[in-house]
């Protein structure tokens, strides 16, 4: 891989980690996404490493927020998600494994998860364009909060991106949050899946082929970023987080579409 491709990525783990900072998407919904279109490496890579630097920063915005006592989690329903997201996380993994292993074809696996992902950031940016006019609910039940975690992690984990748009969609309708809620508790259940995910791909032997340097330069982009994007979201009214949101709903969608034409 060619030196500029290093700087690449360590420019879009940076930029995408800034953004899911600041949203509450985690940052892997846009670079696994963006990192694909460009075809440099294998979809299995991708997932892996998108995994990895999103579980970096979301590992230091958490616990940053904690020290500084400027968290917003909710600990009561945060935490029941958080260990639901856990489980998903590895329960995602193995049906991603079970997925790639139907296809002979690994570029198939990379178009049905942007199937997947198109499907769901579409259904996101409808929601949030209408979400003043959906009643939303305030669920306190433990266990339907680990059932709510367990799907999001299992989705999490499968598209290798985090956690992504649905997360805030959940956390908007099952539990009423705001905006700036959402995104910390996003996070935090992002945490916990991308954990469980990655120990499950160490423990099974699956983690696939790349550069060392490619995964620490998208680590310190991915820890930059969410050091970034914890400042920028502190200064940031909620209505420019709902635009940068939907702005990058938009992209995302663009994106996957192009993804599934070159994967098909």
């Not at 590992?59 to 904690?66: A, D, N, P, R, T």
């Not at 330069?217 to 420019?240: A, C, T, Y």
């Amino acid at each position: 891989m060619s030196g500029y491709l290093y700087g690449l990525f360590l420019l879009i783990s940076f930029g995408a980690s800034i953004a899911g900072a600041i949203c509450g998407i985690g940052g892997g919904v846009i670079i696994k996404p963006t990192l694909d279109a460009f075809g440099v490496l294998s979809v299995s890579a991708i997932s892996f490493l998108s995994g990895c630097t999103v579980l970096a920063m979301t590992c230091y915005s958490v616990i940053k927020g904690k020290m500084c006592g400027e968290s917003l989690v909710d600990m009561k329903t945060g935490t029941p998600l958080a260990i639901g997201a856990a489980i998903g996380g590895v329960v995602g993994k193995s049906m991603y494994q079970a997925v790639s292993s139907l296809f002979a074809d690994k570029d198939m696996v990379g178009a049905v998860q942007a199937a997947c992902l198109l499907v769901i950031t579409l259904g996101t940016l409808i929601y949030t364009i209408k979400k003043e006019k959906i009643h939303t609910h305030h669920v306190t039940n433990p266990v339907i909060c680990v059932l709510i975690g367990l799907v999001l992690g299992i989705l999490s984990s499968f598209l290798g991106i985090g956690g992504g748009p649905i997360n805030l969609v959940v956390l908007f309708f099952f539990f009423s949050m705001d905006t700036k809620a959402a995104a910390q508790n996003s996070l935090y259940i992002i945490l916990f899946s991308q954990i469980t995910g990655l120990l499950n791909s160490l423990v099974t032997g699956t983690v696939p082929e790349f550069s060392v340097w490619l995964l620490v330069l998208m680590v310190i982009g991915g820890i930059l970023g969410g050091m970034s994007g914890r400042v920028i979201n502190k200064k940031i009214d909620e209505m420019v987080v709902d635009k940068l949101f939907l702005f990058l709903m938009v992209v995302i969608i663009g994106i996957n579409i192009y993804n599934i034409y070159q994967f098909m």
